[in-house]
């Protein structure tokens, strides 16, 4: 399983080699009693033309292009992956091959279960690779009523990074991650600087570039405070 994941993530890797220009999209809404949904989205569409022309060919700067069946069973596995997950429910994804955006979507029971969709996999990493990334990426405490969104940098990303080939390295100068975090009590405040709170006090909104999360400059990390 670890490996067929490893390989996956290396094909969606291949697509981005394709394009400079693609963004990660985090959504989660979260309810007071700590269920919720999560909506992770894989958008390529400002590059649509070129990929849809790049598609049409075995490889790219020594690197093979994955064909939409190689897409459409990644995310199948991922699917039944979630299926698999205690507490993760009513599971949905979308394929849109004319503007290349992809989803996946599900409902969980608790904030702890969306740690176990890659908690294996950033463990058996940590252990082959022995970097320290941390295992759980989300907690939702009911009595102090704070949200985190976790992240430990490692310097393992920066290496990894510059051992790519140059042309290799320019596919992330205009790739970014956004995440958009909705609630059902008004947010206080927030511990990330780059996080922007919604006019309505009921969603924080963050976007980092690419560059800067992988040279740790900036970081997705957030503690947030909601009202009591």
Do not use: W
């Amino acid at each position: 399983m670890f490996k067929k994941y490893v390989t996956y993530g290396l094909l969606f890797f291949t697509m981005t080699l394709c394009t400079s220009c693609f963004e990660i999209l985090e959504e989660i809404n979260l309810n007071t009693d700590g269920s919720g949904t999560m909506l992770v989205t894989f958008n390529l569409s400002k590059s649509k033309t070129k990929l849809a022309s790049i598609m049409l060919l075995d490889s790219v700067n020594g690197h093979k292009v994955p064909s939409k069946n190689d897409i459409s069973l990644a995310i199948k596995d991922a699917e039944d992956h979630l299926k698999k997950i205690q507490g993760i429910s009513n599971i949905k994804k979308t394929t849109d091959y004319e503007n290349y955006i992809f989803t996946i979507a599900c409902d969980f029971e608790k904030v702890s279960n969306l740690d176990a969709v890659f908690k294996d996999l950033i463990q058996q990493h940590n252990k082959r690779e022995n970097t320290k990334f941390n295992s759980t990426n989300f907690t939702y405490n009911k009595t102090l009523n704070t949200f985190q969104r976790q992240f430990s940098y490692d310097n393992t990303i920066k290496k990894s990074f510059y051992k790519l080939k140059s042309d290799d390295r320019k596919i992330f100068e205009d790739a970014s991650y956004t995440s958009i975090y909705r609630f059902n009590d008004l947010v206080k405040n927030v511990s990330n600087s780059n996080a922007k709170i919604s006019p309505n006090k009921k969603a924080v909104f963050l976007k980092i570039d690419a560059m800067s999360l992988i040279l740790g400059e900036k970081n997705i990390a957030n503690t947030i405070q909601l009202s009591k």
